[in-house]
């Protein structure tokens, strides 16, 4: 079965602290995604990337960033953690061809800031 | 500016009514949209999918319908069962625009036995 893992289910980090989101695919897929997911706010894109080494601001990216070091990993970074990054962060990936643009997301991680 | 949004943020329905969830899309370029299911702690699955080409869609219990007069979507569950309890979402992509989808807020289906 295809799967997007990340690596913690729930976190509980302090103000200020430097926190990594690591995410995992196992379906060869060209494409990542990071989104935070907020009551009343649906899903907002942070982070994405289309390749190794390459990424690109999605609509969100203040006081986040990314590393894709290998094709099948995608971390997300929040440099100085602060209480309003407290949310469900969803990692997801996609194969990226034409006309295959469904997304394969992970059970994100709860993060909460205190 | 472009959006993808849903008409309502709640849905109640009785066990084995069908449901309609329906969803407003704005870009009229849009070549493809998708709909999420996302049950709670998790994270969302693909239901279905329509290319901006066709008008309806069926899988196994499910059917979408797009309407690009209106710019509408919709998706339709027969016989609701109280494991289609959860929030969903459609989405949409634009080709020229690479494969990245815009997601809509999302309607919460309670399915009452």
């Known amino acids: 079965d295809v799967k997007v893992t990340q690596s913690s289910r729930y976190l509980v980090k302090r103000t200020g602290e430097k926190v990594f989101l690591e995410c995992v695919q196992d379906m060869d897929h060209e494409n990542m995604f990071w989104y935070r997911q907020d009551p009343g706010l649906g899903l907002r894109l942070i982070y994405f990337s289309y390749d190794v080494k390459m990424k690109e601001k999605g609509d969100i990216p203040e006081g986040y960033s990314v590393s894709r070091e290998k094709k099948e990993r995608f971390s997300l970074i929040l440099e100085s953690a602060s209480t309003n990054q407290t949310s469900m962060y969803l990692c997801a990936s996609s194969f990226g061809g034409q006309g295959l643009y469904g997304y394969t997301f992970g059970s994100g991680t709860r993060l909460t800031v205190v | 500016g472009e959006s993808v949004g849903l008409h309502l943020p709640t849905l109640s329905v009785q066990e084995g009514d069908n449901s309609i969830i329906n969803c407003a899309y704005s870009?009229?370029?849009?070549?493809?949209f998708i709909w999420y299911k996302q049950e709670s702690g998790k994270g969302p699955q693909f239901i279905i999918d329509?290319?901006?080409?066709?008008d309806k869609r069926q899988g196994q219990r499910v059917t979408v319908l797009l309407n690009k007069t209106v710019k509408h979507l919709s998706l339709q569950i027969a016989a609701t069962q109280p494991g289609d309890s959860a929030v969903y979402f459609c989405?949409?992509?634009?080709?020229?625009?690479?494969?990245?989808?815009?997601f809509g807020e999302g309607t919460q289906l309670t399915v009452n036995p």
């Open positions: 329509i290319r901006s080409n066709m």
């Open positions: 870009n009229s370029a849009s070549d493809y």
């Open positions: 989405a949409e992509v634009r080709e020229t625009s690479g494969s990245r989808l815009t």
